[in-house]
């Protein structure tokens, strides 16, 4: 084998057990580093995966399914990670300050950057330093700067409130002083936001089939039965790969707005179906099979403000990528502001769908890419648990949050979780765990034929027994 198996790459945890580590630990306790052991474990595992498609298919067969999708299930195709200032987003940040340089004088929005981290991070970080090693190193071989986005965003936030109309410079002591200009404060948190924008405009170029993974969970997902209520799709995302992905397998998004050439925020769309027409005057209508229905929690780049009229109450429509989103105020950011943001339109109404599909009777939620870092959501997902007949899956290949600790701690079978690089990315758990319901039953059918075939002449398998009585 290429590549050496390990258990801590597949964990499947429903309750208190992991079900690849009981099926696989006997075959690699003794020896796991032998080229046998390794391959009976890969067999095996390929035999666990069937199995517990067809357990997570049940799952997707539950009367109300939602999915809450992450930065993660983005990461593969240029998006960025927020556990860090993306380097991308550096990069960006470095290209625009050294269009403004004049001479050896720096922006002050730039140096006010690199002296924020250097605070925050106990480093020691300058505009020339980095970018000289930006310059000289792949993007690749740069070490980001260990400060997690949302919590240095957070901070500036919270100083620009502190700032008085009348107060010009914030100055800071203590172990290190710090002086903040209010206009270079400003500035750098808008260059921030806007550049963050512009790297969240996915798929990127250059990459080979950059919607294959979304195209294929768009296909999945709208393999559930037409007698169940339509599949929900969150996400926290603002790019729009689940739209693209949407359009390229021919199926409808169900996203709030409606209209043609000026789409307007209405949220009574969510309530529209669709349907064939019969084909006789008494013959039964039929559900058209390709619909989803999409809420944007977060916002998203397509989306632009106006003035509320008659025609468009909320002040929201949508078109195409919107250059200019990061100063439209329809994107909510990683920041203390986010919490008040839920609360308006319309994003409570946004958020009031997604506590109502996760809190009915016989419903699922498959949480994928989703780092657990908000309180607003974790809230309703909490609420959630507290109805017996509701299923938590969680998908992450390294999830660190205090909240998937003590998910972990309850063994609460109601729970799922979906850990290692080998199932708890977005495209391994689509590719390997996330059922084509049709397909199954497919390989059921042929497998009762096979097995009906294979039995002595003049003796019926139990299928064809059940097929002869009418059954």
Partial sequence: MSETFRLSDYQIRIGKEDVIERQLHGILSADPENAENQEKAQKALDELLKEMRVRFGTIIKTDNVSFLLGAGASLAVGGVSLANIPKPLEKTLLDKASGEQKGTAVPGWITLFYKIASVLSLGDLSFDTRLKLFQSTEEKDVLAIDLNLEAYLSQLHTWHAGMLDATETL??????????????????????????????????????????????????????????????????????????????????????????????????????????????????????????HLYKLHGSITWHRCEPDWENPFGLYATFYNQDCCTDDVLIYPSPLKYGQALGMPYSELFRRFGNAIAQSQSALFVIGYGFGDDHINALIRQALAIPSF????????????????????????????KGWGLGTFERFVAKLLPDLREEEIDAKVMKTYKGLSLPSGRKSDAAEEDSDGK
Avoid at 207 to 220: A, C, S, T, V, Y
Avoid at 221 to 240: G, I, K, W
Avoid at 407 to 418: N, Q
């Fill in 171 to 292: 100055k800071l002591t203590g172990g290190t002083e710090l002086s903040i200009v209010k206009s270079d404060l400003a500035r750098l948190i808008k260059e921030i936001t806007s550049s963050l924008t512009i790297l969240l405009n996915l798929p990127k170029s250059g990459l080979d089939e950059p919607l294959r993974h979304h195209r294929k969970f768009i296909k999945k997902v709208l393999t559930r039965p037409l007698n169940l209520r339509r599949a929900n799709l969150f996400t926290l995302n603002y790019d729009t790969l689940i739209e693209q992905a949407g359009d390229a397998e021919g199926s409808v998004l169900v996203d709030g707005f409606v209209g043609t050439l000026r789409r307007v925020f209405r949220p009574e769309s969510y309530d529209i179906d669709f349907y064939f027409p019969a084909q006789t005057t008494e013959g039964r209508v039929h559900r058209f099979d390709r619909a989803l």
């Fill in 391 to 418: 299923t938590l899956v969680v998908v992450d290949p390294d999830p660190k949050s205090e909240f998937v600790s003590k998910l972990e701690k309850l063994e609460d079978e109601r729970v799922w979780i979906v």
